[in-house]
């Protein structure tokens, strides 16, 4: 298991610094105290310095020590103001709208990843998703190995012997209606995520009907795509197309599809789309008292992350630790 006792010796081999967006949010400035007290993973602040202060003096947290830049007094804005130009050229962009854009954190942010001003990035507590991660779908890229920049959820729930349960979920927060193709990306990328954290993938392609029993659109889809990562990798456990029950309890898939391997203890769900992965991973957390660690980008050339909104100041730390140690 790849627990964060492992992902924080990581970090001491090779401490890092990462940058939160919302430099003045609590739940920041929270985890920032907490990172700042042990010395593995140095917090960069974006905000201006006196609201920074002002905010952690009434919250009570002690960032002293955080780095603090504020894009209105940053000295080497020209250099990014170039680079942003550079890097979006085909898109036309003038200098006074690369300096409009990059007056926003979270473009910013991700200009001082892409500067290597800073190793990692982490945003989301107030920003939505999509304002996260367009900046880094514009200026990171995927990887030149990915088609896409996916997603997937680590969820853990401690059982009663003790050790955790542990699930992957993808795409619970990117592509809208991933096609066929994609779904492969998909599962093979999460399918790699759940084996960083010590769980051994045997994925399920989710939907409401199990091997023909419904039919229509988004059945055949979820069918093909399965069919195509079992090909595409022969080595990985797959099964589907699969209803939930049939995909988690064995007693289910006795009666629904009682020769396949992997029905009845699949650990790794692929969604068919993202409604459906988005309120199914939320259910687990609000409902299930799973702990949800995401998401998780996955096929992104550099390590950069989202928060939910809904995030608590104990999962901005833990995400700032997987964000920055799985770089
Ligand atoms: C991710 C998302 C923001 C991208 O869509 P968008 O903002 O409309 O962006 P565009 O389609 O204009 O694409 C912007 C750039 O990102 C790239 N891009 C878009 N989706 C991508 C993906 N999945 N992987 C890689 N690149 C992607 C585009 O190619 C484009 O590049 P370019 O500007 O260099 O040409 C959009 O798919 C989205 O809103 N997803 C859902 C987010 C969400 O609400 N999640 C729920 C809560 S977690
Ligand atoms: C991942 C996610 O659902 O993010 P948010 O709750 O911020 O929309």
Known sequence: MYGFGELISVLKKNPKTIVFTEGT?????EASSRLLASNFLHPILIGNE???YKGAEESGFNIRGA????????????????LFCELRKSKGVTKEQARQ???????????????GVADSLLGGATYSTADTVRPALQLIKTKPENKIVSSCFILVRPRATG??????????????????????????????????????PEVAFLSYSTFGSGSGETVDKMRNAA??????????????????????????????????????????FIFPDINAGNIGYKIAQRL????AYGPILLGLNAPVNDLSRGCNAAEVYSMAIITAALA
């Open 101 to 115: 854009t990059l007056s926003h954190a979270n473009y910013f942010g991700t200009m001082l990843v892409k500067m």
């Open 163 to 200: 050790e955790n349960e542990l699930l992957a979920m993808g795409d619970c927060a990117i592509n809208i209606t991933p096609n066929e193709e994609e779904l492969v990306e998909i599962a093979h990328e999460t399918a790699n995520c759940a084996r960083i954290f010590g769980l051994e």
């Open 288 to 291: 299930g008292n799973f702990e």
């Open 25 to 29: 949010d609590p739940r920041i400035l």
């Open 50 to 52: 006196d609201e920074i």
């Open 67 to 82: 780095e603090i830049i504020d894009p209105e007094k940053f000295d080497r804005m020209d250099e990014m103001v170039d």
């Open 227 to 268: 069919e195509m990562t079992k090909k595409a990798y022969p080595e990985l456990p797959i099964a589907g197309e699969l209803q939930f029950d049939a995909a988690v309890s064995p007693r289910v898939a006795r009666t629904k599809c009682p020769n396949d391997p992997v029905a009845g203890h699949a650990n790794t």
